[in-house]
Structure formats: C-alpha cells, structure tokens
C-alpha cells in the first residue's frame, strides 16, 4: 500500500486482471438483457447459501466455537442508546435491499404487471435479515474457534469492515485442518455474493440509459452499448487497482451512505407527500386486487410508516450524520479527497431537486407566455399533480370506475396527501376490481413519471 490517496502508485496487474476477469463474466452474463441474468443468477443468488451451510457445519463442530456464538446471541441494550448505531443499521438495509439504487425499480419494470409487490415488499426484508443472521452464525463460530486456539478473548479477534473479510476470518480458516478447502469455499462463496450484486447494479444503469434514449434499445446497438458499459465500469474500477486503491475504497465508503439516506427522504417525500400516499396505494392495488387484508395493511401499517415514521427517521439519522460528522483529512487524505468525496455526494442527490425546479419555471413560462396567472400555491399543486399520460397501459382498464375516480380526485387540484380515502370493495362483491396493465418507466423528476408506449416495451409486460 502507498502513503495515502494522494500517492495511488503503480498499477497491480494480478488485481486489474481479476477486475478485468469480473467485467467479463458480467458482461457475458448481461449480453442478453434480462433474459440471461435471471438464469445466472440462480446461481450466484443460491450457491452462496451451500457454502454458507458448509462452513456453518465445519464451524460449530470447533472447539469454542460456542463461545463465538454465545458472544453474538448476547445482546448489548445500551448500544441502542447510541445513535450511531442506528446509523450504521439503516446503512447497512439500504445497501442490503439496495434502496435507492434504482435496482429495485429496474429490476420490478421486468416483472409480470399483475406480480404480487405487496408479496415481494414483506418477503424480502425477512429473508435478508434472517440471511444476515444466519450468516452470523458461520463468523462467530470460527472466531470463537480463533480466539480459543490463540488463548485470548474473542473481543480481542473481531473486526469489522474489509478487516473482516479479508484478514480476520481468513486467518481463522488457516488455522483450519486443509485449510485451503476452506479458504476456496469461503472466497468464491464471496465472489459469488459480489458478482450477484453488480449484476442488477449494471443492468440499472443499462436500463436507464435504455428507456431514456430508445436508440439503444435497437437489436444491432443493444449489445455493443452492453459491452462498452462493461468497459466503462472496468476503467472506473482501475483506480482501485493501484496501490493507493485501497484509500479510494474507503473513500467511496466513508461517502456513500450519505446520498443514499437522502435519495431516500426525496422518494418518499414526492411519492408520499406530493404525489399523495392513498393515491400511491389505489395505484398499487389495482394492480393485484383489493381485499380486506390488503385494505387494512395499506392505510393502516404503510400509511403509518410512509407518512411518518419513515421521513422522521431518516431526517434524524441525516441530522446525527451532519452534525457528528469528522471530516477524513490526514495525512493519507488531502484537502482535495475531503472535496472529491462531498462532490460525489452532490451529483448523487442533486438531479431530483434540479428537475423539480426545472420543471417549475418550464410551467410558469408556459402560463406566462399563455397569459394565463395563477397563485405560487396553485403552481404548486399543479406540478405537483400526474399528468395525463400516467396511468394504466392498457386503455381499457383506464375506464374502470375505481381509475376513473382517481383521476378525478387527480384533477381536482387537491394536495396528493388529502386526497379522499377509496371506499372498500370486497373481493367477493361482483364489483371485484380487475387486474390492469401499468408500464411506467423510472423518471429523476418523480413528479412527473415517464409514460411508456408499446412499441417501447421489448421485454416488459
């Protein structure tokens, strides 16, 4: 390693041919689109698991691998009481469930329009957090196993970041019989668990860039604009290659928390807030059916936890990152680095609050040259409102009742978060309201989302 980021030093080949190795295997992966990650992804999504369960068994068959676990299950209460905590927590379920990356977002344009996202919302989170458990398990076990054979506490062997994937849990296995097994296992099973990430993280991008300029989508382009994004994301990733590529990666992760926190509050706030939360959930719900359970569970729990609980606690973690905040400059980190770090924070957050803007004096220029006035409180609600473009695909189902109403509570110029609660059909009625077909593309304004016409549609439903 160099001194600091500021002395990146000489490229290592042996590391940008592994990372040429991985863009390579992406690439290969995503050539196709969507029709070819879903299949490898079986893979990398469930091996880990196998090697995850074997290592499970070859650590808790350890001597003192029941102290390793007894000191994870042994809860600490006053660390609730620490604030950082918390921080470090809602780090972790964002980058886990990859909030606010745009994955999610992609990855459900794909999905059949009648899917159960109220299913998939519940499902997802447990199984993460069981997972994240369940790993716990095969750390602790052969970190009690070290700690016992070194004859020391098992506070004294625990880390945490890159430290502990890359040399406490590493040197535990060494000290395994064949430990070479072991160590295979044990980093493919973490190649397995980075490619698996990057996959929708690059399909995101590709998807983005796709449905905005449609040019891309074109059979003869589509996969030579693949390949030259596979390119482009392994010279971003040559910098990490040198031997100051390790200040770099801890740069991009003393900062990145930051941006996904706040994309966070601005989602909620313009879906919730402005384009309305009962609005939002009608939307939802008429894509699988209403039913009591369903009813309940929206304008109770959700409405609960959008409205409030969500946009309070994420304006209190930002407000404890901005105020406890320590700035990284040393003597490995410059001046410059501190400033590169919070530019990247800024073209991150930046784009939803200038389109919004853009938007607002594109439309008082158009009232303007109308000669038309109005109040800043109806610009306001006026921009804040769908247009007439939002709505399902299909142009039958946009003359169904319950749609109808929407769009007329739409137009009414309420404020999205007043508008008037639906009233509840039973499923068994005979008015039991179909499935509809919305094909809605991601948009940076999100006051505004993007309309998508059929011919646009080559893979989705």
Request: proline share 5%; net charge neutral.
């Amino acid at each position: 390693m160099s001194k600091g980021i500021h002395e990146p030093g000489k490229i290592k080949w042996d590391l940008t041919l592994c990372n040429l190795l991985a863009w390579i295997i992406i690439c290969l992966c995503l050539i196709k689109g969507v029709s070819t990650m879903g299949k490898v992804q079986y893979f990398f999504a469930l091996f880990p698991y196998v090697l995850l369960t074997v290592l499970l068994v070859r650590g808790v068959t350890l001597e003192g691998a029941n102290e390793g676990i007894k000191y994870y299950l042994t809860p600490k209460i006053h660390k609730l009481y620490v604030a950082k905590v918390w921080q470090d927590a809602a780090s972790q379920i964002f980058f886990s469930l990859s909030c606010c990356t745009g994955s999610l977002t992609a990855m459900a344009s794909y999905n059949k329009f009648e899917d159960n996202v109220l299913r998939d919302s519940i499902l997802i989170p447990i199984i993460n957090c069981l997972t994240s458990f369940y790993a716990g398990f095969a750390i602790f076990s052969i970190l009690g196993f070290m700690a016992n054979t070194k004859g020391v506490d098992i506070e004294h062997v625990t880390t945490e970041g890159a430290g502990l994937v890359f040399v406490t849990y590493p040197e535990a296995l060494s000290e395994l019989p064949l430990p070479q097994i072991w160590s295979i296992a044990f980093f493919f099973m973490m190649i397995c668990l980075g490619l698996g990430t990057q996959f929708p993280s690059v399909e995101t991008v590709i998807t983005a860039l796709q449905d905005e300029f449609l040019f891309f989508r074109k059979p003869s382009v589509a996969t030579i604009f693949r390949i030259l994004v596979c390119a482009f994301g392994f010279l971003l990733g040559t910098p990490m290659t040198t031997y100051g590529g390790y200040y770099v990666l801890q740069l991009l992760d003393t900062f990145v928390a930051i941006p996904l926190l706040l994309v966070g509050f601005f989602e909620i706030f313009a879906i919730i807030w402005l384009y309305g939360y009962r609005r939002f959930s009608e939307d939802v719900l008429l894509m699988f059916g209403h039913s009591s359970g369903t009813y309940c569970l929206f304008y109770w729990y959700y409405s609960w936890n959008w409205v409030f609980m969500t946009p309070v606690v994420l304006l209190a973690i930002l407000t404890f990152d901005i105020v406890r905040y320590q700035p990284i400059i040393s003597d490995a980190f410059p001046l410059w680095a501190e400033i590169l770090g919070w530019t990247i924070v800024l073209l991150i957050v930046i784009w939803t609050p200038l389109w919004y803007i853009i938007k607002a004096v594109s439309l008082c220029r158009s009232h303007r040259n109308a000669g038309t006035r109005k109040t800043c409180c109806e610009m306001c609600r006026e921009i804040n409102q769908p247009t007439d473009k939002w709505g399902p695909r299909n142009s039958m189902d946009r003359l169904l009742e319950r749609y109808q109403r929407i769009r007329s509570d739409a137009s009414s110029g309420r404020s999205g978060l007043f508008i008037n609660p639906p009233s509840f059909k039973s499923s068994t009625s005979s008015a039991y309201l179909p499935k509809a077909n919305f094909a809605v593309r991601n948009s940076i304004a999100v006051s505004e989302p993007l309309y998508l016409y059929d011919d646009d549609l080559s893979q989705r439903n």
